[in-house]
């Protein structure tokens, strides 16, 4: 059985998405993983009938236009957690309960953003349910 450059690309994408299914739990593609595969399709494609240049440039523009947008929703997250600091604010808890109480800093992190309440840590944007 021989193996064409279609196969081979074919198989490193099919790799790329099983490994991707795996360590990817949500189902969303972030920087990296656009990376990945842009690596996997260039390591894949045959030298003597390369890809359309224009088309790279498309996709590196693309790249490029997605990672703006999520710097400034990483920004925008962060400076809406910035503006609760002081205000008193009710979120859920992992275990379905409720608590209360003053944040008192924010954080950033690849995980995101989570705020402090009276001392308890990671509290995410998302468990707040109302702001006092």
Known sequence: MTTTPAATAAEAGSQ????AAVSNPNGTLGQE?????????LQAQNPLDPSNTNEFMGE???????EQLTNLANANELSSAVSLIGRTVVYSTPSG??????????QS??????????GVDGIPLTAITEVQ
């Open 60 to 66: 590196l523009a693309q790249f490029t236009q997605v």
């Open 97 to 106: 309960g409720r608590g209360t109480g003053a944040v008192t800093s924010a």
């Open 33 to 41: 993983d656009f990376l990945k595969l842009m690596i996997a399709q």
């Open 16 to 19: 790329s998405a099983q490994s």
């Open 109 to 118: 992190s690849s995980s995101g953003t989570t705020v402090t309440v009276e």
